[in-house]
């Protein structure tokens, strides 16, 4: 089953819809100043797996996923993010062509 889960900096609470359970979660305001619609879901994935835990299949498909972001997008919205994240994303930026 799949969870519905949106960042919020709101009040966190849980909504039941039928059979489904939607979840609003508390998120600091700078996971919202991003301003391409890919990046802060890159981001998010990112954080999700961990610090030094990307496979180069995963870096392959975030590099592919970034390339379909506007210019100049990418590298703004890269110094939003953590520094390692940071480091990763200007890299797999200068090797899209």
Wanted: glycine share 6%; no cysteine; hydrophobic share 45%.
């Amino acid at each position: 089953p799949m969870n519905i889960i949106f960042l919020t900096d709101g009040i966190p609470r849980k909504v039941s819809v039928g059979k489904h359970t939607i979840t609003f979660m508390k998120s600091a305001p700078r996971n919202f100043a991003y301003q391409g619609k890919v990046t802060p879901l890159v981001v998010a994935a990112m954080k999700e797996i961990g610090q030094g835990k990307l496979t180069p299949a995963e870096l392959q498909k975030i590099k592919q996923a970034l390339s379909t972001e506007e210019e100049g997008v990418v590298e703004a919205d890269a110094y939003a993010a953590p520094r390692w994240i940071t480091d990763i994303i200007l890299n797999l930026k200068r090797t899209i062509v």
